[in-house]
């Protein structure tokens, strides 16, 4: 492989991997506050115990995305330099003020959070929290609309004299139509997250045997997650449909590609559920189909028309002449076909399944009902629950930004640069493959950490009360002391 494909693939790695900690980090931090808020009105010795509990998982969970998310960063010079150099005035101020507004922001007030047990009148301290789950959704913002200038490039002029595109209107990239409903179906989807894994460690504390009396405090907050996961859900299901909508105007050929639709259709487009056919759906041997479901998808209209890839390919090619990606031989301006089509339906299924899940636990736990371990033949399958429902949100959002982010392909920045031309010039195959194995090593190993210290406090469960002493009766003089 070549440095193109070798910093591809190296953002793709880097990228995957560090977004398997950001939707949980934004929805666990939400779910924490609640808790903690719930303990300063309530004064019940659970909701501090909860409190303490989610907050050593989400901790973990916070450190682990905050050390992935700035290697992705360094990227942008090492193997995207004429990227960075093209789009640099744009990309600059989002990405600038996530950095030192919304970065910030989450760090320093997790900080006073963590060590601030004892210190701050608990009603501030509570507040902490909530001002980290709003850095966290300010931060995901402003990444958003970086991001979603390359959807849709908006808000600057191209300076023909230096080959740069120029900021002309912040404004307009901040209210992108694609950012308008990006961010809220990734928000949402990062609450189904932060659901799920709360309810995945839920159930599985709920059903230890040595649980005792503690039944009662996990069976509420695995009812409290499955509805954080359901609604959640169901935002997904609504935000992602005017994705859709916005995706067919901007980009028609990634809705296209989603269906491996290679004809256009005047109406009453099927959509396909499974299909059994050549990789690129060309050929078609066997499918499951919804009439009329794609038209709907695509243009709120059970009969509207959705154009297809070949009509798609020549217009592009008559918009954009033969400079496309020199890797996608005899087919210019497609995406990978396969990936698109497989990733778009893998993140609908799994987080259909994660909603289903959470409705089936509360169905089960009615009516005072707790989850214990037994020898029937439903045990192993909530077992299995325990172990998949954290998991599959998290690559439902995975599979999102697969089909989002190779969708656009062959363009880095849809209409304007191909991803061909955005790499660095000076970098080689070898520099690239080197740093690529590095840095998939290194998150191994942190995922070998993470993995063994975030299960290592599931099974240690909430620590027994303790009365927290009043910040009036702490020794100011006393060094802080990490509060887990």
Not at 165 to 187: K, R, S, Y
Not at 391 to 407: D, K, N, Q
Not at 443 to 459: I, Q, S
């Amino acid at each position: 492989m070549d440095a193109l494909a070798l910093a591809r693939w190296q953002f793709a790695i880097t990228t995957v991997y560090h977004f398997l900690f950001v939707p949980i980090t934004i929805g666990m931090s939400a779910l924490v506050a609640y808790y903690h808020v719930r303990w300063v009105r309530h004064r019940d010795p659970a909701d501090l115990r909860l409190t303490k509990f989610l907050g050593k998982l989400f901790t973990i969970n916070f450190a682990l995305g905050l050390v992935t998310g700035i290697v992705q960063e360094f990227q942008f010079g090492m193997n995207w330099s004429d990227y960075s150099r093209f789009v640099g005035d744009i990309f600059g101020a989002p990405l600038a003020i996530e950095a030192l507004l919304a970065f910030f922001l989450e760090s320093v007030f997790l900080g006073l959070w963590i060590f601030g047990w004892g210190r701050l009148p608990e009603k501030l301290h509570a507040a902490t929290m909530w001002i980290v789950h709003i850095g966290t959704v300010l931060s995901a913002y402003f990444i958003l609309s970086a991001n979603s200038f390359m959807q849709h490039p908006v808000g600057y002029r191209f300076n023909e004299a230096t080959g740069r595109a120029e900021l002309t209107d912040f404004g307009a990239v901040l209210t992108n139509p694609v950012q308008l409903v990006t961010f809220p179906h990734t928000i949402t989807a990062s609450y189904m997250a932060g659901g799920a894994v709360v309810l995945g460690v839920g159930i599985y504390r709920m059903r230890r045997r040595d649980v005792g009396d503690d039944s009662r405090m996990y069976r509420r907050m695995t009812r409290t997650a499955a509805i954080v996961t359901l609604v959640a859900g169901l935002a997904v299901a609504f935000t992602g449909d005017l994705q859709g909508k916005i995706m067919t105007e901007v980009q028609p050929m990634k809705m296209a590609a989603a269906e491996a639709l290679y004809e256009s259709a005047d109406s009453c487009a099927p959509f396909s559920l499974f299909t059994i056919g050549s990789l690129d759906g060309t050929q078609e041997r066997f499918s499951v189909t919804v009439p009329c479901l794609l038209s709907f998808l695509a243009t709120g209209s059970f009969s509207g028309s959705v154009e297809g890839i070949n009509d798609l390919q020549a217009q592009y090619l008559r918009q954009f002449g033969q400079s496309g990606n020199p890797l996608v031989a005899d087919a210019t301006y497609l995406p990978n076909i396969p990936l698109a089509y497989w990733s778009f339906r893998l993140m609908i299924g799994v987080g259909m399944l994660s909603a289903l899940v959470a409705l089936v636990v509360l169905w089960a736990t009615r009516r005072g009902r707790v989850l214990t371990r037994s020898d029937s033949r439903w045990d192993r399958l909530w077992t299995w629950a325990a172990v998949l429902t954290p998991l599959m949100p998290v690559l439902g959002a995975a599979f999102g930004w697969i089909f989002t982010e190779t969708g656009r392909q062959p363009w880095l920045v849809f209409g304007m640069m191909t991803t061909a031309t955005g790499v660095s010039p000076s970098v080689s195959a070898g520099e690239v493959l080197t740093s690529m194995i590095v840095f998939t090593l290194l998150y191994g190993a942190l995922a070998v950490v993470e993995v063994k210290l975030f299960l290592h406090y599931v099974r240690k469960g909430a620590e027994e009360f303790v009365e927290p002493i009043p910040p009036d009766q702490t020794d100011d003089d006393a060094p802080l002391v990490f509060a887990y």
